[in-house]
């Protein structure tokens, strides 16, 4: 499985963006995909995560209630749909996938395919 991550750019604090993870292979539609983001100087940590069928979704405390998550298998692509954005939303935003799980997780030694990142600036 390749993933390519995309829809990152330049936003002002309370903007929306959309970003988009799209896989080859046609296993993808088997597996859990999840976000995570790196920002600058921090470690790697989970955003949210879905489960083959779109109905086992986890979110992170900071993303509950502002992001949301969901897949269009037919598509190959895993949206993360992210709102009410701030300063503290710039990171890196990268997407995983496994087929290891049947349900996402917030362990990131959890995912065997990564996307190569797509970068998120919030001004304020």
């Known amino acids: 499985v390749q993933l390519q991550a995309s829809g990152g750019g330049l936003v002002q604090a309370g903007d929306s963006l959309r970003l988009s993870c799209t896989g080859s292979g046609r296993t993808f539609s088997s597996t859990v995909v999840a976000w995570f983001r790196q920002a600058p100087g921090k470690e790697r940590l989970f955003v949210a995560g879905i489960n083959w069928g779109g109905t086992g979704i986890l979110y992170s405390g900071s993303s509950k209630g502002r992001y949301y998550i969901h897949r269009d298998n037919a598509k190959n692509t895993v949206y993360l749909e992210m709102n009410s954005l701030n300063p503290e939303d710039t990171a890196i935003y990268y997407c995983?996938?496994?087929?290891?799980?049947?349900?996402?997780?917030?362990?990131?030694?959890?995912?065997?395919?990564w996307g190569q990142g797509t970068l998120v600036t919030v001004s304020s």
């Open positions: 995983a996938a496994t087929s290891r799980l049947r349900w996402a997780d917030e362990n990131a030694a959890q995912y065997d395919y």
